[in-house]
């Protein structure tokens, strides 16, 4: 059934473009540095996120920039059917000039088809401008990690999207590939992924890894190491997710606390600044709901929107 499905939009592809290359010869698309923030769909107190909301977050965030090089101008989202995120972001962020990278679940083929039409109901909607708005797309976040889904199945899936973002919808901007942990990335049994991603989205958080957070940036950019020495060095590479704890239970020798986090910011983020290595932290506001203590203060704001950190690079 999904090659089916890759089939359909081949066959779609060949009726609007002549002579289009296949999917596995086309250049992936450039990725350029961006930073800014992986952002829920859901409000402290659990309803959704309105296409208000999304607004009035996306100039919030966009409002903290302190330089010209993180304009954090785009945004991170996991899905883009739960809470109509797509649908509600998608305009907010044409508004407010931000740009969204959208998350696919991949988990069953009915949540896969569910999330794939929500995206298509919207490079639909804005086919006539260019998509723009869309910076890239992620199918799967930590899915391998958790083992919910076979490798050889998710890069199907891939292929599918590229195929209906990049030659049905003509995005050809955007990069299609899948977010997943450093130890995803090394496990030789996920290179179907790599192979079939534009791009690969790494997440990694030393405080996880239990390191104090002096050893924060070295832990971090041993995980990149290792990430770009499977990967490859032509591969383009996004951090999908990096960030630490404001307060919370400690981590073995990883501490939760205020200054940690600014110390693990100015270390980490302004490091990428200097590499170009494009971010999202994780994440921009703190999520009161979560079930763990820890899990809620992972947020660089508090719900009410105030900085735990000054975005100051030194120089
Ligand atoms: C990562 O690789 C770079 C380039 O090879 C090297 O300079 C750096 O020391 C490495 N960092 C770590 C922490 O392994
Ligand atoms: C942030 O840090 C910079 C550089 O240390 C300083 O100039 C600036 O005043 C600080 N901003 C705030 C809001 O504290």
Partial sequence: MKFQLLASFVLLASSSLVAAAPLEERAAPPVPYFSGFNLGANKPDGSCKTQANWEQEFKKIRSWSTNTKDKFNSIKIFSTNDCNALANAAPAAIATGTTIWAG??????????????????????????????????????????????????????????????QIAYKATHVPVGSADTWTSWVDGRNKPVIDASDVILMNAFPYWQGVEVEAGLRTFQEAINRTKNVIGPNKPFVVGETGWPSAGPNFQKAIACKSCLQKYYTNVACWLQKQSYGWYWFSGFDEPKRESEIERNFGIAWYGQTPKVNFTCPK
């Fill in 104 to 165: 696919i679940w991949p988990s069953t083929p009915e949540k896969f088809n569910a999330e794939k039409a929500a995206l298509e109901a919207q490079l639909k909607k804005y086919q006539s401008t260019g998509n723009k708005w869309l910076m890239g797309i992620n199918v799967g976040s930590e899915a391998l990690y958790r083992k919910e889904i076979d490798p050889k199945v998710l890069a199907q899936y891939i292929y599918d999207i590229k195929g209906m973002t």
